[in-house]
């Protein structure tokens, strides 16, 4: 009943930028945090960034000051911008969010299908 669709990945330079984004639809009451995470080859799936839906953010070290999250509530989508790009950046991202479909229900975490980056040295 929800789905989570992330779109804008790609093959980019190091030092290059891409903006990721990821919408919500379905039976929707309430999305309280939205989150990136990423997958790289070989390794455990890791936290990126998360925006609440007041708007505060919190980064992963290894991002902090090259990527921003931002959110359209009205839209229920959140983007990820990211810059100066690296080879370590590579990865499949993948879209989070905690998303109330009834009010007596709670929230739960549903995810998107991720969608590949790839960073060129």
């Known amino acids: 009943q929800v789905q989570l669709v992330e779109s804008g990945g790609g093959l980019v330079q190091a030092g290059g930028s891409l903006r990721l984004s990821c919408a919500a639809s379905g039976v929707i009451f309430t999305i309280d945090r939205m989150d990136w995470y990423r997958q790289a080859p070989g390794k455990q799936r890791e936290w990126v960034a998360e925006?609440?839906?007041?708007?505060?953010?919190n980064y992963a070290d290894s991002v902090k000051g090259r990527f921003a999250i931002s959110r359209d509530n009205a839209k229920n989508t959140v983007h990820l911008q990211m810059n100066s790009l690296k080879p370590e950046d590579t990865a499949v991202y993948y879209c989070?969010?905690?998303?109330?479909?009834?009010?007596?229900?709670?929230?739960?975490?549903?995810w998107g299908q991720g969608t590949q980056v790839t960073v060129s040295s």
């Open positions: 925006i609440f839906s007041g708007g505060m953010t």
């Open positions: 989070n969010a905690a998303i109330t479909t009834r009010p007596a229900w709670g929230s739960r975490d549903y």
